[in-house]
């Protein structure tokens, strides 16, 4: 899934995986993670709003590969 950060304007590629095979830094993100269950089930163009220790989060949605 390809994002954009609406505060930095910095745009992310995640691929949401199961929690055995999450790697951050691979930017591998859990399903079950704060962004990835946020992400999930959404749509190109929606805004999401994920609520993180640092705060809020809020991405919307550039693309949805398969």
């Known amino acids: ?11 992310f590629e995640y691929t949401i995986v199961g929690s055995a095979e999450a790697n951050p830094i691979e930017l591998k993100i859990s399903n079950e993670s704060p962004v990835g ?5 959404e749509k190109r163009g929606s805004i999401v ?9 809020r991405y919307e949605i550039l693309d949805i590969m398969k």
């Open 37 to 41: 269950s946020a992400l999930l089930g």
């Open 49 to 57: 709003e994920v609520s993180v220790p640092a705060g809020v989060i």
């Open 1 to 11: 899934i390809k994002v954009k950060d609406l505060d930095t304007e910095d745009i």
